[in-house]
């Protein structure tokens, strides 16, 4: 099998049945059958690789997982039912009683929730370090610290950490690197290249990319999945054979996505830079970005989302929505579709002013998920949404 990524997105498939296919079927099945006593015996022993029951694997996902694992240089992975799944599973299956989190403030608030309010029941703890400031990292690692965690490029900020900073930082003090993948996608970013030791997607997002099915992936060294996945074959939260089918289809296209969607959110922060009622843009490709330099190193292209805050805070945020017309109101991103979102005023409505601007959220900023519409469509409708 070539080693190309375009060819393995393509040609990764499950083995034809008898009826010659082209493209991999669904398995919408629950179970399998075996031939005979001593079969059924050595495949629950593990003695011979075969499907069990679809909560284990399934033809559908074991594929997905086969081209994710390719796509990102890994070893093995599992595939779960959303991208929180496979955040929470990831942590649940290899973290203890008593142990503890490094991890960069700016994350995912689903997975901010996590760390604050479920973790801490099992006296796990997370202590946060700033995106700009990883030169602190070492001083929050604790005799119990097991993992460190960080998203690149972060939700919904847009910054870049830099992964081999991290990495030396995880080698030199025994700790599990994982990395929150979604943004960037295994087109344009593998953290196992930088020293990663696990790799997670929301598949949910640019993976499937029109927005029709949930799905998560975690994928990384074999020996830490084995752990993940005995955790999630006994506690359920696995990706269904359908989601798999379609998110496994995705992946054919996502290359020539991905570069359409890099292609309009360059052109569109080029844009928003350039605009008088705009304050700044935050898009990992264009120079004025802090880390622009780290992005160059890690990353193939920008990705498709474009931060940029709006001058006049949240009220100039909220008519900034109210006047959207082509773009979507939606909470979701990596959509075929454009998407616009006010985290001050709805996603992160919640948090403090100081806890929002902690990780970036300022009053004004708006998070864009720049879709495959024609490039100029969709900057006509932010140009006449951000008149005064």
Known sequence: MSKNFETQAVRIQTERSQFSEHSTPLYLTS??????????????????????????????????????????????????????????????????????????????????????????????????????????????????????????????????????????????????????????????????????????????????????????????????????YLFSRNTGPAMSPFNAWVLSKSLETLAVRVDKHCQNALKVAQFLEAHPAVNFVKYPFLPSHPQYEVAKKQMKLGGNIVAFEIKGGIEAGRKFLNKIKLCSLSANLGDSRTIVTHPASTTHSKLSEEDRLEVGITDGLVRSSIGLEFVDDVIEDLKQALEV
């Open 31 to 228: 179970s399998f059958v075996f031939d005979d006593a001593e079969d059924m015996r050595a495949s629950f022993a593990e003695e011979k690789p075969r499907n069990l029951y679809s909560r284990f694997s399934n033809p559908n996902t074991t594929e997905f997982v086969d081209k994710i694992v390719a796509m990102e240089g890994a070893e093995a992975g599992y595939a779960f039912a959303t991208g929180m799944g496979a955040v929470f599973s990831t942590f649940a299956a290899l973290l203890s009683a008593g142990d503890h989190i490094v991890s960069s403030r700016s994350v995912f608030g689903s997975t901010h929730s996590l760390f604050t309010k479920y973790l801490p029941k099992w006296n796990i703890e997370t202590s946060y370090f700033k995106v700009n400031e990883l030169d602190k990292v070492e001083s929050l690692i604790q005799p119990n610290t097991k993992i460190l965690y960080a998203e690149s490029p972060t939700n919904p900020a847009v910054d870049i950490l830099d992964l081999e900073a991290l990495s030396q930082i995880a080698k030199k003090n025994n700790l599990l690197l994982v990395i929150d993948n979604c943004f960037a996608t295994p087109y344009l970013q593998n953290p196992i290249k930088f020293g990663a030791d696990l790799v997670i997607h929301s598949a949910t997002k640019l993976i499937d990319g029109q927005g029709r099915v949930l799905g998560g992936v975690t994928v990384g060294k074999a020996e830490l999945i084995k752990e993940i």
